[in-house]
């Protein structure tokens, strides 16, 4: 019952639990909120972790909760607020589902609930202790030294910690968690990948504008970021977060990304250039067109440096003097695959569905693949 009305549950659990503490607005992503896509998420991540806690058959449910753990660290969240949060949820459940709720059911949930929220705080905690980062003070600021226009919309932003400390370790595929202050008194959080590893004394994001389709609002932080910020200005940073990282291994790579999705190409074709240049690494990208297409030039610079590299791009739109490029959505078949090789990929949800059954149909298994959603991860409790 509580899996068939887990939406219903979520709708009515952030109203309430934002009613009473409006100070979260801040921390929450509001588009989520607009959209529905955090409700889904936060519904279908209790439902399976239930479902776990009975069913020896489950699929594992760990990398779900890895992710959701590196996402609260990045936003600082503290196990203070796992009482709120509770409350508010287990209301919930007794409000629409009314009778059905028990005393004994109300006690069931009550517990599946601090299990989940215990394992959360104590991963969350290891993750805080690991990057040196005081839950209570979990941002640092940064000053923006430069902006490269990086494509149509597209701004790379590269940042220095204002107080003149080292960067912190950034594992390729991290991202961080920008909250800037919006000019109405609004104040927001919004992930974006660490796009370069290049420097040691600078970190770099690149932000594609979000413009909005058939009436919806245009993006609000990344209009911002693009539009507003200019170098001398400060934003408020999190420690490097992010599961979706590349691992010690000398497997071939193929790298997957369409449109902002390639910010998690560059930093592991540039680790893998300056640590394992021997390692076997295709890349494959599409976008609108190649005037949408971001970190072209830097990625194929850093394939250079590698001794097996190859890379292949797909445009909706080829321009008439560009002969390499393929015309069209990504078709990998001709892309020849190694048996050993990991895949990683990046861009919409159903760029990667049609990717990922492309690859399974050539015999990559499915545990090969390992992708970054840009967004609430609808993806990782229905697989
Ligand atoms: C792990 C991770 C890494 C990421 N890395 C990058 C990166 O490297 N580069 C990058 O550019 N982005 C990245 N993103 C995405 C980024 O965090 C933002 O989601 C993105 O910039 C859009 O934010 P925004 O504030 O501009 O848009 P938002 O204001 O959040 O809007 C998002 C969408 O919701 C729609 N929307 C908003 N309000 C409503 C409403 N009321 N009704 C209907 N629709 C609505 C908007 O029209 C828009 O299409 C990453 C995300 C994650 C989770
Ligand atoms: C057991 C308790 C909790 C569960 C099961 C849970 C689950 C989730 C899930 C599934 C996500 C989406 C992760 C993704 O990006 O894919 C998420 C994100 C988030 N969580 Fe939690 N969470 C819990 C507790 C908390 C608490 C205590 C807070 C603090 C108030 C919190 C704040 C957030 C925020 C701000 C986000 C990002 C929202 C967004 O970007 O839209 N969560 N959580």
């Known amino acids: ?35 529905g896509e955090q409700s889904k998420a936060l519904a279908a991540s209790v439902v399976a972790y239930a479902v776990q806690l009975i069913d020896p058959e489950a699929p594992s449910f760990a990398h779900v909760m890895t992710r959701i753990a590196h996402k609260h660290v990045s936003l600082g969240i503290r196990p203070e607020q796992y009482t709120v949060v509770g409350h508010h949820l287990l209301a919930a459940v007794a409000e ?11 006690e069931a949930w009550a517990e599946v609930y601090w299990l989940f929220a215990t394992q959360l705080i104590a991963e969350e905690a290891r993750l805080y202790h690991q990057a040196d980062v005081d839950p209570l003070h979990p941002l640092r600021s940064y000053r923006v030294v430069r902006r490269i226009e990086e494509a149509d919309g597209v701004v790379s932003l590269v940042l220095v910690p204002a107080d003149g400390e080292a960067l912190p370790v950034v594992l390729p595929g991290q991202y961080v968690s920008v909250f800037v202050d919006l000019p109405d008194g609004g104040r927001q959080p919004r992930q974006y990948t660490v796009s370069s ?18 009436g919806n609002p245009d993006g609000r932080v990344s209009s911002y970021l693009c539009d507003v910020v200019r170098p001398g200005d400060l934003l408020d940073v999190s420690t490097p977060c992010g599961d979706v990282i590349l691992e010690s291994s000398s497997r071939p790579l193929l790298l997957i990304s369409a449109g902002a999705g390639i910010t998690t190409v560059l930093p592991v074709v540039e680790h893998l250039a300056r640590t394992q240049p021997q390692r076997p690494v295709v890349v494959a990208h599409a976008d609108r067109t190649q005037h949408d297409h971001a970190l072209r030039a830097t990625v194929l610079d850093a394939g250079r440096q590698l001794d097996d590299f190859d890379s292949h791009v797909w445009y909706e739109t080829v321009d008439v003097d560009d002969h390499q490029s393929h015309e069209g959505l990504m078709d990998l078949s001709d892309v020849p695959l190694p048996d050993d090789v990991q895949v990683f990929t990046c861009g919409p949800l159903p760029f ?28 990782a409790t229905q697989s």
Do not use: C, K
Request: proline fraction near 5%.
């Open 1 to 35: 019952m509580v899996a068939e009305h887990a939406e219903q549950i979520t709708a009515r659990f952030y109203p309430r639990m934002f009613a009473e503490r409006p100070d979260l607005l801040r921390v929450f992503n509001e588009a989520n909120q607009a959209t």
């Open 197 to 214: 590893t290049a420097s040691e004394t600078r970190l770099q994001i690149t932000v594609s504008r979000l413009t909005g389709v058939g």
């Open 352 to 379: 990667m569905r049609h990717v990922r059954a492309g690859l399974l149909a050539r015999g990559v298994p499915a545990s090969e693949i390992r992708y970054e959603v840009f967004g609430p991860d609808l993806w």
């Open 96 to 106: 629409v589902l009314g009778d059905a709720v028990t005393p004994q059911v109300a």
